[in-house]
């Protein structure tokens, strides 16, 4: 619907009167040039605000894919009370929210002071309107497509992507744009109730550090027991068929050959026997060692409690044993 009014054209000096630029838009726009009836309808209203110029130019808006300046200038028609009732109820239920299906609203959050532009068209600053996270918040209405958002503060810039489909909220948040500087005298904070809570959270997580490696420790600790007390057992068996083979002449006191010269049955008899001890020694040292870590381990989650988080494990290796070393503050 297009409603046009002027009176009698006139010119005077070479340049159009309002009813003529009213003239002009309707020509334009019953030919579908809906730009250049957009052009004339807002000179004439800039000349003659009217409502009828208004509505005009709002409806060649709306067609030359102007939604966002078309919604407002039929958010400001309704403001005219003393048009046609009828009129404005159809403003009011068919052409404000055809308009307003093809806009959308982007909530852009970045700090205070931050030059924002959409497309490269530079928009208001951020304002003080304080978002749910706290920071600025810019509320910007946008025709429905593809924009690019920018995010200016000195010599710092962001852009981001946005697809904005009509009736849509979205939001931007703008992180590498840097807040105010923080003040010259820094105040230390008093601790409060959250940083009392993630320091309890964290005492659990400090404790499972040693009680993981000392129960790790006891496992190897154990396998070791258990693969030298084979290794053990299998010289034992071999000592025995070395024992078997000496002669009669030959006897074995446990600890060397005597009643005769050391044949290499003899000799190979007592290295079986040397490695077997040692093998034993080995494998009683590692269970004892097992035990010891697994107590350990059960004593540090039942009975330690650590006084901070800075706990570290690592591994202690020489010549003639092995352990783990694990440091903390208790």
């Known amino acids: 619907m297009l409603v046009v009014t002027w009176p009698t054209l006139a010119l005077a000096d070479g340049e159009p009167t309002a009813s003529a630029l009213i003239r002009q838009g309707a020509d334009h726009f019953k030919h579908e040039d809906y730009e250049g009836a957009r052009a004339a309808f807002a000179r004439a209203y800039e000349m003659e605000p009217k409502a009828a110029t208004l509505f005009n130019l709002a409806l ?28 404005l109820e159809s403003v009011r239920t068919k052409w404000l929210p ?8 982007v909530n852009v959050f970045a700090p205070a002071g931050a030059q924002l532009s959409v497309d490269g068209a530079a928009r208001q600053s951020a304002k003080a309107i304080t978002g749910p996270n706290g920071t600025p918040l810019t509320s910007i209405v946008v025709a429905a497509g593809e924009h690019e958002v920018t995010a200016r503060q000195g010599a710092l810039s962001e852009t981001q992507h ?4 009509g009736g849509e909220l979205v939001e931007l948040h703008f992180q590498r744009v840097a807040d105010a500087p923080p003040p010259a005298v820094a105040i230390a904070p008093t601790p409060g109730r959250e940083t009392q809570e993630r320091a309890e959270s964290d005492e659990p997580r400090a404790k499972w550090i040693p009680v993981v490696v000392l129960g790790s420790a006891a496992v190897i600790a154990a396998g070791l027991g258990v693969g030298f007390g084979i290794a053990a057992a299998n010289k034992a068996n071999v000592a025995q068929d070395v024992q078997n083979q000496i002669s009669p002449g030959s006897a074995w006191n446990g600890n060397q050959c005597f009643g005769g010269s050391a044949s290499p049955l003899c000799t190979q008899l007592k290295g079986d026997v040397d490695t077997n001890r040692a093998y034993w020694t080995v494998s009683v040292a590692s269970y004892v060692s097992a035990g010891v870590l697994a107590a350990a381990s059960v004593a540090t989650w039942m009975l330690w409690k650590p006084k901070s988080g800075a706990v570290a494990a690592r591994p202690m290796l020489s010549a003639q044993s092995g352990g783990v070393v694990v440091d903390g503050c208790w």
């Open 60 to 87: 060649s808006e709306l067609n030359a894919a102007h939604p966002v300046q078309a919604a407002a200038h039929l958010r400001e028609y309704l403001a005219y009370a003393d048009e046609p009732a009828a009129k």
């Open 162 to 165: 946005v697809t904005a489909r």
């Open 98 to 105: 055809r308009a307003e299906a093809r806009t959308a609203r």
